[in-house]
């Protein structure tokens, strides 16, 4: 079937939210990936930070068939080993402490974290919350209106809670938005669907520092950034300081879907019996891909290798002189290139054209996000190849071939 019917099914068949992506992807084999004509292609996208161990992972397969052939589903009217062996995990990760909730997706992570920053907030007569503005917390309506994306919000607003916006990175705004009326500060370690936009050292700590003084709860949304991603299980972890509420999601899978959220201390028992719950949550298949994850992540020792390859990377990108280029941001295998305004989606698309699949994340951001297992040839044939690509780049917008361009804008509208 050729790449062109699939498209024209697809449009066909699906609301019309994503548009059209550009490319389907039939196959994968550790970072690479092959599409429906047989090209293929290093993927340094990773199904949005998603597929830590890559395509194809001979033990994650392995892990994920052998459950479905055992015990496929529970429900959470019964234990499955899977479960309780992950959360101890998660648990031995974070320092021996927390108090795991299951859930199958990011935005249903964040969903558990505000409504435990309800209740508390109800309890204690504190009544609003605080975010950033540009963050990105999910687009079910809680973790929608904890989102500071106004082209994402706008349409499904007025929300049902009170949440302020500061801008990220900000301490002294932060520091002035939150007091003991504050139920919760919602923020993520580095604004991912924003670019990868890192906060000045330190913020974490000041953000800490602030609700501590202020009896807020620190909620970190690590959805994005854990398990691996900045070269450190959290990213949080580099800054030497504890959220009272943490969320996973992504990476922690190896492309099944799975969420967490871990509250602290007593924030981990704010809960009551039947107050949360979740059909799914829990899966036992998902839980054997996550010990998988970790498993392999802690055998193979990829820490030390995402933070290896990842300074590689961005380096190797830094040091291209061009005029689309104004420079990287970004820790571990977890980057951005910064572009001329306007060039992300033609970077993409020329990217694409070269074999290598990258996110325009915004107009003048593409977003690296790849496998954790991504060797250093890989990440250097990206580099080597980058100069060409931006090249190709910006000729494809003076020759205003527009051809490029409308299916690389069409795939940076679609996000997660
Ligand atoms: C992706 C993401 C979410 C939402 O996760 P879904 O699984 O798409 O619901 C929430 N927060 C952050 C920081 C994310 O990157």
């Known amino acids: ?13 699906f609301m019309p939210n994503y548009g059209v992506p550009p490319l389907a992807l039939v196959a994968g084999q550790g970072s690479v ?28 397969g392995e892990a994920v068939s052998n459950q479905v052939m055992s015990l496929a589903h529970t429900s959470n009217l019964f ?19 927390g108090r795991v909730f299951l859930a199958n997706s990011g935005t249903e992570a964040n969903e558990c974290a505000l409504k435990l920053a309800i209740k508390y907030g109800k309890a204690n007569g504190r009544t609003y919350f605080v975010a950033a503005e540009n963050g990105f917390h999910g687009r079910s309506m809680g973790a929608l209106s904890l989102t500071g994306k106004q082209a994402i919000r706008e349409p499904f607003g007025p929300f049902a809670i009170d949440v302020r916006f500061v801008p990220y990175g900000d301490a002294d705004a932060l520091r002035e938005a939150v007091t003991d009326e504050c139920a919760a500060v919602f923020l993520e370690p580095a604004q991912g669907e924003a670019g990868v936009v890192p906060p000045p050292d330190g913020y974490f700590a000041a953000v800490r520092e602030i609700c501590d003084a202020t009896g807020a709860l620190f909620v970190a949304d690590e959805i994005q950034s854990a398990i691996g991603r900045t ?18 999601a992504k990476g922690l899978g190896g492309g099944l879907p799975i969420g967490a959220c871990i509250g602290f201390g007593p924030y981990g028992e704010l809960f009551a019996k039947g107050d949360h719950g979740s059909t799914f949550g829990g899966s036992p298949v998902a839980s054997a891909a996550a010990l998988t994850v970790l498993w392999t992540i802690e055998k193979e020792n990829l820490l030390d290798h995402v933070t290896a390859v990842g300074t590689l990377l961005k380096d190797g990108l830094a040091g291209i002189d061009h005029p689309l280029l104004a420079g990287v941001r970004g820790r571990g295998l977890w980057l951005a290139a910064v572009l001329a305004p306007g060039a992300g989606p033609a970077v ?8 290598f699949l990258v996110n325009a994340v915004q107009p003048d951001a593409i977003r690296i996000a790849p496998p954790l297992i991504l060797t250093r040839e890989q990440a250097q044939s990206f580099v080597d190849a980058f100069p060409a690509i931006l090249d190709a780049a910006l000729n494809a917008n003076t020759d205003g071939n527009t051809d490029a361009n409308t299916d690389a804008d069409a795939a940076a509208l679609k996000e997660d």
């Open 79 to 97: 234990i499955n080993e899977q479960e309780v062996v992950l959360a101890e995990k998660l648990r031995e990760l974070l320092g021996g402490e």
């Open 231 to 248: 070269g450190a299980w959290f990213a949080h972890q580099h800054e030497g300081v504890r959220p009272d509420i943490l969320t996973l």
């Open 33 to 60: 990936v092959w599409d429906a004509g047989g090209k293929e292609y290093l993927d340094l996208i990773a199904g949005i930070a998603v597929s830590s161990l890559g395509h194809a992972h001979e033990e994650l």
């Open 1 to 13: 079937m050729s790449a062109e019917d699939l498209r024209k099914r697809y449009e066909a068949a």
């Open 348 to 355: 993409e698309a020329a990217a694409r054209e070269a074999g």
